[in-house]
């Protein structure tokens, strides 16, 4: 069983940034197969974004042009930068993880094998 560590979460005012990391202890973060996903009170879990093993990517239409994922090699770590916030991205944040490689990535809770515990990111209008 795989775990993966979030931080990075909190709370800010509508329009604020936030950056959430990720990492895989004694995994490397390199050509894994990543996400993000969130889960507002009393809605579905929902992916926000994802990452392939070739560093292509793919966003939920809502946060297009205001969240990045990306990863740093380097520091074997997962990112999510968070631009531009909205109250309506209220949630719990999960990082997420498939098994094995892939190219190209779905935003579908069916493509996850892995996830985080979670981390709290509040937006106040």
């Known amino acids: 069983q795989e775990q993966l560590v979030e931080s990075g979460g909190g709370s800010v005012q509508t329009g604020g940034s936030l950056r959430l990391s990720c990492t895989i202890p004694?995994?490397?973060?390199?050509?894994?197969?990543m996400g993000w996903f969130r889960q507002a009170p009393g809605k579905e879990r929902e992916g926000v974004a994802g990452?392939?093993?070739?560093?292509?990517?793919k966003y939920d239409d809502s946060v297009k042009g205001r969240f990045t994922i990306s990863r740093d090699n380097a520091e074997n770590t997962l990112y999510l930068q968070m631009n531009s916030l909205r109250p309506e991205d209220t949630g719990i944040y999960y990082c997420?993880?498939?098994?094995?490689?892939?190219?190209?990535?779905?935003?579908?809770?069916?493509?996850?094998?892995?996830w985080g515990q979670g981390t709290q990111v509040t937006v106040s209008s």
């Open positions: 990452i392939d093993s070739y560093d292509w990517t």
């Open positions: 004694g995994l490397s973060v390199s050509r894994q197969c």
């Open positions: 997420t993880k498939r098994e094995g490689h892939c190219t190209g990535v779905t935003l579908l809770r069916s493509f996850v094998d892995y």
